[in-house]
């Protein structure tokens, strides 16, 4: 079973099943869709994704969108989708963008593809191909097997020992670039939320020196019925008027002596 996570709404999908029928078409293909562009990508990828870690029957995964500006393929730069990709149980394929288009998807992935296309065509092999191999075996069958099988053996061998060593080798260079990756975002990051720390405290500092209890720190003091109305003018005090002053540090109970 494979499991391909793209935008139902391109054209990935419906290139990825044409590819597949041609070439192998008994295996099953699941569609896992995901927004893969535009706010929320990162997310619903990482949704995707989650989804099929579960899959346990999943043999292959997919993770394709066409070709697009540098912006529309940014999800597949976050470090989120990058991260669970990494993760899949299933090797993945990464077909994202065009072939000149690397992302960090396409770095840790298991297997880089040019084309979504060209994703199907790793992940299944050709039918006609086969059974022409199939056939040319058939016709050396004979004395010949037990050499050609041993031959196969070590081949086979030779070719699982590049191959690790290949996997090793992309893996290490995926990581060190993912690190390097993340060290820029998060110096870049820190510098961000400095500027921003130093703006809030400049304003901050602007509001402190606006504020009335400022105005009292320097001998002032506003006078207050017991509504919380200010009192302003000396008509508002007449004899036996009670008042609460307010002072710097809190607040004094006063009453007018006599009108003025």
């Known amino acids: 079973m494979i499991g391909v996570v793209t935008s139902p709404e391109g054209a990935v999908w419906h290139d990825i099943v044409a590819v597949v029928a041609r070439r192998w078409p008994h295996v099953e293909l699941v569609l896992i869709g995901a927004r893969v562009q ?80 060209a994703a199907a065509e790793a992940a299944v092999p050709d039918r006609e191909e086969v059974l022409h191999r199939l056939r040319g075996t058939a016709v050396g069958l004979g004395a010949g097997v037990a050499r050609r099988l041993a031959l196969t053996d070590e081949r086979l061998a030779h070719a699982t020992t590049r191959l690790s060593a290949a996997v090793d080798r992309r893996v290490a260079s995926a990581a060190e670039r993912l690190h390097r990756a993340a060290t820029r975002m998060g110096t870049a990051c820190a510098a961000r939320l400095a500027e921003r720390e130093a703006a809030l405290a400049r304003f901050a500092a602007s509001l402190d020196a606006l504020s009335p209890l400022k105005v009292l720190d320097r001998g002032y003091a506003v006078a207050r019925d017991e509504a919380g109305t200010v009192l302003r003018r000396i008509s508002e005090f007449p004899a036996g008027r009670r008042f609460r002053l307010r002072v710097a540090d809190g607040e004094v109970p006063a009453r007018s002596e006599r009108s003025a």
């Open 38 to 117: 535009g706010e929320g990508a990162p997310e619903d990828l990482c949704r995707a994704l989650a989804l099929a870690a579960r899959w346990e029957s999943l043999d292959v995964l997919i993770v394709a969108r066409g070709g697009g500006s540098k912006e529309d393929l940014w999800a597949f730069n976050d470090e989120r989708v990058a991260r669970a990709v990494a993760a899949s149980r299933a090797p993945t394929i990464a077909a994202v963008g065009h072939e000149t288009d690397v992302t960090l998807t396409d770095l840790v992935a298991d297997v880089r593809a040019s084309t979504p296309s």
